[in-house]
């Protein structure tokens, strides 16, 4: 009865676990169940067919061609999404990945394109851009650190301002006298040649499309990040800063420095998030490049929990969606229903999350009880 | 008459335990009713029942002779039953004013009438001789003050039946005196209070009914002119109650802790902390004695490094620590007992071993290199469960599934770890049961006698007195006089610490 045996306080321990896993998935695949409901009311309202309409994001999603650009959508995702948790996990929200990774990008791309890169070694090439772009982001974002430890400026207000700024500097930079060329109507940064470009991963059933080199990036940062929240000292402080910032402050963390730091590190991998599509795809910055990264990045953490895992599947779901919305158009549906998902899903699973958070800690509590056998007759207790 | 309440066969099931069973109490209006029990009794249930935030499996619920049922907080303050909670819910950054009205603001033409409501909050307070400034900063507030804000706050809201849960476990015996003469009032007035307690002879000075639970359920309803203190313990939990106290004189020679001139200020700039100087040795422990908020959170916060001083110096073991950041007193051998524990003592949704690493993650057997060192600190928590008696059925369930008592030997037994040469212990005891609390002291005592040097903070005197080679009065920032706890008796260690012999405004 009072569960104090060995075997059993294992077997506790694996229900736990267990437990927490189920928990974990209740949330996402809940607000994702949702979502799809509040969708289905309203292709039925708007007289579209649910039925069509997920027929042809099926169909479309099982192209191998809109497979890779969903893959490839992800990867970007998940760098942003990343660069975001990285600030949640100390409360920190970094609203300026945006501004972040497309200024790092112009910048990397100008200094990959520039001619004097051409004489060296390919690998030093790549190296070099990526390091200048997670230099630049990094930059970017102290400045809002910055600011935030010695002025205690809001960084929501001032990485707001700095994505106004951000798309200051790159019209201002994009220019021809200044970083860009003109190429016909096309003004962007000097191509990148052959040397400094990362090379596509084939995709069976598909010759059109590859997959971004760089992916295998994006996968180490998900590692790197789980290892140094997991194992590191400096992930522990980062994460009991997160949780309580007066018990952490107590306990020796230097609250100020851990949040500098973190916004260096959420902006360094900022700066990698235009990096896959810019060595692997378009092989230069202009107006084309893909925006608005860094507010899905937000959207994609909060439904990966900031979890490096979660990220993943969330930024994969993330881009099948988006890759397989242009199918939507040939079958007549407006494509923003996917747009409007998406929304939901946000919403609803932020909800989610603080309801199975709740009910997580109340079970746990009534479990610690159970097996303590607090309320018991004294003689069960004292035998 | 009929009954400001009334109880009657009242169950609560949580999955697995009963955690009240048939619970039956009867509140006559116009009476302080104490509830006494031993923590984990059952007591903060059956409040929660009755306050509307959570609901009985059977029993009913009568408020004034009419079958009540409540669904939140909303509809029992409806029929006029208020909380004051033992953990404060204010808003730091927001005024006693603010605080007091969030939720309930008062409007006048659909604007926010602060004016009106300031008026009410002064006229309480001063009815009830409250003391509250509605303009200040909560933040700014001790503990005693802030429990004030909460009984002020509660009364706003139009309360006729008061809960205080705990209301004494913050305070010292005037302002304990001074709650009591406030509760008088109250009853005065014809409003009821529900007085939740472990503090007996509290209970017994200031109750006209005494119910006792035990194990979830009651087992005697008293008068207090029927029973003793002893007789009232027993009924709680079959036995005496502990006793802090020292055996022989572990002081030795060397210093261990030298402040000289430590000053403080506040952010507005006011001295909150005024020269302060002592010495603690090896093996001594030096007790401060003084009402709430006149400058102790400051002292340990200055100590800690968490604040930094205005002026003056602070060595340990002869070296000058004052530029060293709270890490490195740390690592020093600094030990700390937070009086929050849920503020600055744990992370409440970590796991106990998580918590085991808080405050020592740069050390063995928690750290290795820049690393975790998961292992270590896994087994090093099942040494402090085992050691300290920490009842709880893992390790890896978070910390705010325990109880305040075993969370905070957790944390005692944490910071005793690492062989620390100072301890700084803020009210050790706080909100602890019985046999908890005899496991704090006695661990305290075993480190004193191995030579640890001991700042004790504490508002309960008898553990002050008990524990304590010196005793240093802490009076609006100032040490104002030193006392032996040899020769001190709870009382006159009472008015020492309001300005004996001065006029207190």
Redesign the interface.
Known sequence: MTGATPSSQIEKHRRFSARAVLLGLAAPVGALVFAALVCTAILVVSKHSPADVVDSMVTSAKRPRTFVIALNNATNYYLAAVAVAIGFRMNLFNIGVDGQYRLAAMLAAALAGASFMDGLPPFLRIAMTIIAAMAVGAAWAGIAGFLKVTRGVSEVISTIMLNAIATALVAFLLNPNRLAVLTGNDIHTPEITAGGQVPGIPYPGTSSATVHGLIIVAAAVGVLYWFVLARTRFGFDLKATGLSESAAVASGVNVKKMVFLSMLLSGGVAGLVGMPELLGGAHSYSLNFPPGIGFIGIAVALLGRNHPVGIAFASLLWGILDASSNGLDVSGVPKEIVAIMQGVIVLSVVVAYELVRRYRVRLEQNEVGRALGRTQVPEAVSS | MTNAVQLTGITKR??????N?DVNITVRPGTVHAIVGEN?A?KSTLMKILYGMQRPDEGTIQVDGAEVSFHSPADAIKVGIGMVHQHFMLADNLTVLENVVLGNEPRAGGRLDFRAARAKIREISGSYGLGVDPDRLVDDLGVGERQRVEILKVLYRGARTLILDEPTAVLVPQEVDELFGNLRELKAEGLTILFISHKLDEVLSVADDITVIR??TTVASVRPGEVTARQLAELMV?SALPVPELRESTVTDTAVLEVDGLTVLATDGRTVLDGVSFTIHAGEVLGIAGVEGNGQAELVDAL?G?RPPAAGVVRLRGKDVNRL???????AGVA?I?EDRH????????TLW?NR??????RVPN?RG???D?RGAKVDTQRIVHEYDV????I???A???SGGNQQKLIVGREMSGNPVLLIASHPTRGVDVGAQAAIWEHIRRARAEHLAVLLISADLDELIGMSDRIAVILRGQLVSEVDPGAVTPQELGSAMTGAGEEVA
């Open positions: 949580f999955p697995g335990v009963v955690a069973a984990g059952g194990r979830g079959g800690m968490i950041s709270t890490r490195h007193r740390r690592e700390f937070p503020r600055q003592g744990m992370l409440l949704e970590a998580e690493v808080l405050g020592h993650q740069t750290a820049p690393l975790i998961r009842r709880t059925p893992s890896d369930v978070v705010a599934a325990l």
